[in-house]
Nanobody
């Protein structure tokens, strides 16, 4: 299983980015998929997750700003990030089933 994450970059505070995670197999195979983030010296933290049935979970700090979604036909999970803050700066990782990881994509929020 391969997960390919993309979409990171540098954005000003208040801006938006959309991360994409393309899976090498059908995402129907996974009971859940999610996005994690990590900053230096801190453990990786779950940001958002979505189940096969479409139920979603968010960490409190991103509720109302981030939206996780999936396109089953494209085997891709997205993380739409709006109203970005400097504290959202991190390396973001795509995950499936808490087992499979994609390479991280850097998100930097700075003026």
């Amino acid at each position: 299983v391969q997960l390919q994450a993309s979409g990171g970059g540098l954005v000003q505070p208040g801006g938006s980015l959309r991360l994409s995670c393309a899976a090498s197999i059908s995402i129907f195979s996974f009971r859940n998929m999610g996005w994690y983030r990590q900053t230096p010296g801190k453990p990786r933290q779950l940001v958002a997750a979505v189940t096969t049935g479409g139920s979603t979970t968010y960490v409190d700090s991103v509720k109302g700003r981030f939206t996780i979604s999936k396109d089953n036909a494209k085997n891709t999970v997205y993380l739409q990030m709006n109203s970005l803050k400097p504290e959202d700066t991190a390396v973001y990782y795509c995950n499936a089933e808490e087992v499979y990881w994609g390479k991280g994509t850097q998100v930097t929020v700075s003026s």
